[in-house]
């Protein structure tokens, strides 16, 4: 690996930073003196900056509290994206979200740059449940359950069975679906006749959603946590 990628994924300095490191002589590899930043390392190399010894990762695993008003990709020319909120620490790992939620959901959103494990969590022969809390327009029925629970059929896709769960609110619902299509939740309840007017996703799998995050608010998975979602 290049040196200049090894300490940027340590999070120690971007790349550019890296240059003025060597420049200053305070970059080490094994105990001399780097020359270059875009020397190549091995992978148990020690790296010292400025005497500390650097310690790599290469995947970052982020947990979101997803405000309305943003876009879940990487870039758009029209609106904000998620990875906007990504503080500056974790800049350098380019992370991207994992799924997506429509520009007016909230809740939980992974971003991460662990690409095999985005596809686990995304693909449809997995069976990862997201489950959502959603605020109808009409009162559910136990006829919607049903609904629910049978599949529906669309002209572009057609949606595998999925739980509905009604509150005390019968205006306010948990929906669990193993998709993430285009507007699922919201097609599926205009389908039994309701409007979704509030939507947040809750949890993924075992993950749930750290009520304490407030919108927007970014932190690192905890190591149980992400056995939880691995699981």
Known sequence: M???KFISNCGYASRKEVK????????SVDGAIAKSHDM??????????????????????????KPSGYVSATEDKKYPVVTDLVSGEYAHFDVFPVGRLDIDTEGLLILTNDGKLAHELTSPKKDVYK????????????????????????????AKPAIMEISENPCEVYIQISEGKFHQV??????????????????IGKLVLDEALELGEIRELTDDELKLLKA
């Open 186 to 203: 919201k097609r599926m309840c205009e389908r039994i006749g309701k409007s979704v007017v509030y939507l947040k996703r809750v949890s």
């Open 40 to 65: 190549n390392i091995s992978d148990d190399a020690q790296v010292t900056v400025n005497g500390a010894v650097l310690s790599y990762r290469e995947f970052v695993y982020l947990m979101l509290n």
């Open 131 to 158: 489950k959502y809390f959603a605020v109808l327009d009409k009162p559910a029925q136990r006829s919607d359950i049903e609904d629910f629970a049978k599949g529906m059929e669309f002209k572009d896709f057609t």
């Open 20 to 27: 003025k490191l060597i420049k200053q002589k305070a970059v």
């Open 2 to 4: 290049r040196l200049d």
